[in-house]
């Protein structure tokens, strides 16, 4: 019993301690977000600001164009998420229901691209988007991600754990793979696009480097890289900066405190069968 309580008790203070060290950098952030630049300068570092100073969001606001940089990462990512839930849900149907010579071959050759760095993929992904003209551009930064092999994966998990006899049924009643693909595969599997959906969201939300490379002008940055404009060579207002950067976080956080259960539900869920 006294064992038991140890272990229990040695497991809750391992979660604090990497609960803390998790949510260190965010309270640093927020905290120096609300400090005055002289606050925020003080060496030992301040945990707590002295007052409530919103000036920081309004110089964030003057100096660079934040809400066009929100704007373009939201559009950018709302249509890549779109893109990957159309993409993901046909190509699982279709590795999980259809039946063709060489099915499990493909489907493994598909998984094999999760295994290539992104980073391989990036000298020819900007050569052909250069060659198309769509440098500094919305199909530029959205058309290579429009689908993904990991949301192939998911969604095909979900529609294998879908009951058989439902789908022999709507067969027996002459539906087709159409019909029964609208009609029941992806209604029953709205948690794993809602899981797949605000994962898409997320990650095309902090993508840095490739619209560093493709986005010229100023209305098309991105809020990872427009929030770079904030820091100048001879000195950098660090107040500043972390005001930048709390504007930037909070579409994200809303999204992940708003589905952060489905998420986790949706991935544990679609591990269950292989």
């Not at 060659?131 to 998990?157: C, E, H, I, K, N």
């Amino acid at each position: 019993m006294r064992q038991g309580l140890m272990r229990t008790g040695m497991a809750y203070f391992f979660m604090i301690v990497a609960a803390v060290l998790i949510l260190l950098p965010f309270w640093i952030a927020v905290s120096n977000s609300f400090m005055t630049e002289s606050e925020s300068a003080t060496y030992p570092p301040r945990f707590l600001p002295s007052g409530i100073n919103i000036d920081n969001f309004i110089t964030v606001m003057n100096n660079i164009p934040i809400i066009r940089f929100i704007v373009n990462s939201f559009l950018t990512s709302s249509i890549i998420t779109i893109g990957n839930l159309i993409t993901s849900c046909m190509a699982a149907y279709a590795f999980a229901f259809l039946r063709f010579p060489g099915r499990k071959i493909l489907f493994g050759l598909f998984m094999a691209t999760m295994m290539i760095p992104w980073e391989v993929t990036v000298i020819p992904n900007y050569l052909t988007v250069r060659s198309w003209g769509w440098l500094d551009s919305y199909q530029g930064l959205t058309v290579p991600f429009l689908a993904t092999a990991f949301g192939t994966f998911l969604m095909r998990q979900f529609f294998l754990q879908l009951p058989k006899e439902l789908m022999e049924a709507a067969r027996i009643d002459g539906c087709g793979h159409i019909r029964i693909f609208a009609s029941l595969a992806v209604p029953l599997s709205m948690p794993g696009l809602a899981t797949l959906g605000i994962y898409s969201f997320l990650n095309h939300w902090n993508m840095y480097l490739w619209p560093l490379l493709i986005t010229n002008s100023e209305s098309m940055r991105t809020v990872q890289i427009g929030i770079s404009m904030l820091q100048f060579a001879d000195v950098t207002a660090w107040n500043v900066v972390m005001a930048g950067i709390v504007l930037v976080m909070l579409p994200s956080l809303v999204l992940l405190a708003v589905g952060l259960g489905r998420l986790v539900g949706g991935l544990t869920a679609g591990a269950l069968k292989g």
